[in-house]
């Protein structure tokens, strides 16, 4: 049964810094692995998607990286803004072949001004 | 852009009562799901549906949930007799094929 992890749970920087969060998970034979935003009471805004083939996934300051082999995923958020402030989620399928999305806890993230 | 809407945003019950929730999926996609999360947790699948069945489900899905595809575009979650537990965010979401899923706003439903 597929188990996602997220370290730190809660995380905060100040205006400017960049930072990483983590994602680990238990089965690797995963097709692909996908970060979500959520703000509070809201629902959940795709951010990056990562295909097996890939190790990495680029949309402006963010960038993903999965390493299957160690069953880990990291997104980088560069030159971080008040705006980033959200909960930033992880997912992957729970087991090869299947769409069905297993989520971790979040990362809580605030960037103060 | 399209989106994934729900309707109706929050939803008040009695224990006992009968609830549908309804999402419009992106036009073009094929695969359809439900998740929840209830208040501080994390995230939880419900079923997915495709090609007008479903394809799969968890153990939270018992015999008081349903889904239907009504018409073209309307995609719907039944909850037969609400219970307390029951309490959560219910989100839809939507994929072309098994890749990027898009998010609705979410439904947020109070069981009294």
């Known amino acids: 049964k597929q188990e996602v992890t997220q370290i730190p749970a809660a995380l905060s920087v100040p205006e400017g810094e960049n930072l990483v969060l983590n994602c680990s998970f238990t089965d690797s034979a995963i097709y692909n692995l996908q970060w979500f935003r959520q703000d509070p009471g809201k629902g959940l805004t795709s951010l990056l998607l990562?295909?097996?083939?890939?190790r990495e996934q680029t949309s402006g300051r963010l960038n993903a990286s999965l390493d299957k082999s160690s069953g880990r995923s990291t997104l980088y958020i560069a030159a971080s803004q008040p705006g980033d402030s959200a909960t930033y989620l992880c997912a992957a399928p729970i087991s090869s072949g299947y769409s069905t999305l297993t989520f971790g806890k979040g990362t809580m993230l605030l960037v103060s001004p | 852009e399209p989106e994934v809407t729900q309707t109706p945003s929050h939803q008040v019950t009695q224990m006992g009562q009968e609830v549908i929730l309804r999402c419009v999926p992106i036009?073009?996609?094929?695969?359809f799901y439900w998740y929840r999360q209830i208040l501080g947790q994390k995230v939880e699948f419900l079923v997915s549906f495709y090609n007008n069945e479903i394809s799969e489900k968890s153990e939270i899905f018992d015999d008081q949930f349903s889904v239907e595809r009504p018409d073209g575009s309307n995609f719907t979650l039944k909850i037969r007799s609400t219970k307390l537990e029951d309490s959560a965010m219910y989100f839809c979401?939507?994929?072309?094929?098994?890749?990027?899923?898009?998010f609705g706003p979410g439904t947020r439903l109070t069981v009294l």
């Open positions: 990562i295909q097996s083939s890939q």
């Open positions: 036009s073009n996609h094929l695969y």
């Open positions: 979401a939507s994929s072309v094929v098994s890749d990027t899923q898009y």
